[in-house]
């Protein structure tokens, strides 16, 4: 098939979830044979990235305006070219997602999570979100949700079913450790946080909460975010020299991150499967998740819940960090057993390349 991914920044991955979903679902479809275009807003430096062709477009670089004006472009620009099939990302795609149909590209729409109830937010772009919801029920070919809790909301809200493809992840413990230790970091001695700095996904409550635990561990407050840097500033402006802000970290540096952390938190409230977790628990480490459906979901019994309270999540913070390394690593080996199991990036391709291949034999 000639597929296109629309509705991320572009690969190679270097900002979030729907980027390193782009990457892995691309390049492993490319590697099975089909021609894969990906459009990209931030540049890299070839063409053609681990068998996928690059396509890049210009945006604007605005809180509200970016995702839309880029995906626009990019819808446009598809009609000129000959893809059988369009795979978006983002609900806030919805509405270009009926365009293709026309031209004989059925589209497939991953909507994520539930993003009209993210903090950063203004009333009306979460207004275009719910509307977006509605206009995804139709507009595209097919919905994909990536948590069970995401698939019964549609359904319920708009009596609209949908594909049920989770988020991928790798297993298994990256040995070297170089990149841990460069940021300051002893392997084995650490609290990691990984995610966007935004308001909704908590990391001012988890700095907070970890200042209250009496050890010598360090807390890694690791992301970045544009257009969030007032409440980035009011993260960072903490006095205790046992927490430290790597910003945002990619790559072999990310996969060590999480494979030599001695507890991982999540603290995400808006999202579907949140990918950062289910990473995490591939990598093996002992993780603490904020009490929210799609997490519980993906934990299976093999993380530990927290509330959105400082003082249960600084309760927690400490019993992890007491236990024996021996009973940390146990609890990780059922997380990572959990994620071989449910969540591979061979199984998740698999899925995709099944419901865009019944598509195109539909058009």
Sequence with gaps: MRIALVGTRGIPANYGGFETFAEEVSTRLAERGHDVTVYCRERYAELVY???????????????????AHTALSTADLFLRKYDVVLYCNAANAIFTLWPRFFGKPTALNVDGIERRRKKWNRLARAWYLVSEWLATWCASAIV????????????????????????????????????????????RYVLYV??????????????????????????????????????????????????????????????????????VQATEVGGTHPALIEAMGRGALVLYLNVPESTEVAGGVAVAFEPSEDDLTEKLQWALDLAPGDREAMGSRAMERIRERYSWDSVTQQYESLLSTLVRRK
């Design 145 to 188: 949700s990536d948590a069970e809790t995401i698939r019964a909301y549609y359904l319920e809200r708009f009596g609209k079913n949908s594909t049920f493809i989770p988020y991928g992840a790798d297993v298994g413990k990256i040995p070297a450790s170089d990149r841990v230790e460069a940021l300051g970091l002893t392997p084995g």
């Design 195 to 264: 995610s966007r700095m935004e308001p909704e996904n908590n990391a001012l409550l988890v700095r907070r909460a970890f200042e209250r635990v009496k050890t010598e561990y360090k807390l890694a407050l690791v992301g970045d975010a544009p257009y969030a840097e007032s409440y980035i500033a009011e993260v960072r402006n903490t006095r205790d020299p046992r927490i430290v802000f790597p910003g945002a970290v990619y790559g072999e540096g990310y996969r060590q991150l999480q494979s030599h952390c001695a507890a991982y």
């Design 50 to 68: 681990r068998g996928v062709n690059l396509r890049y477009l210009p945006t604007i670089r605005h809180k509200y305006l970016d995702t839309i």
